[in-house]
């Protein structure tokens, strides 16, 4: 079955930074493009990345960009999320994602990043 497992999230000052890892299983992660959500309390979850199967595609929320960096290692099914410069509002839990072609969205458990001094 597909899993996908979030880590590397915790609390970090104002202009620190924290690297997210998210590994996938039970499906082949090197055909399929990788997103990274995330949901504050009491907003909606937002697309904060994506990358294309190869690594070669990617897309940033207009509040992470210049911040944020998306990679992926097709060899290790995993996806990485470097968040630098990081802000009071960058606080949520942040999710991996993956549609696959059936049309179907899975999501992981996800992992708390919390930026207070």
């Known amino acids: 079955q597909v899993q996908l497992v979030e880590s590397g999230g915790g609390l970090v000052q104002p202009g620190g930074s924290l690297r997210l890892f998210c590994a996938a299983s039970?499906?082949?992660?090197?055909?399929?493009?990788m997103n990274w959500y995330r949901q504050a309390p009491g907003k909606e979850r937002e697309l904060v990345a994506r990358i294309s199967m190869f690594g070669t595609g990617t897309f940033y929320a207009d509040s992470v960009k210049g911040r944020f960096s998306i990679s992926r290692e097709n060899a290790k099914n995993t996806v990485y999320l470097q968040m630098n410069s990081l802000k009071p509002e960058d606080t949520a839990v942040y999710f991996c994602?993956?549609?696959?072609?059936?049309?179907?969205?899975?999501w992981g458990q996800g992992t708390q990043v919390t930026v207070s001094s």
């Open positions: 994602n993956v549609l696959l072609s059936s049309n179907v969205d899975y």
């Open positions: 039970g499906f082949t992660f090197s055909t399929n493009a």
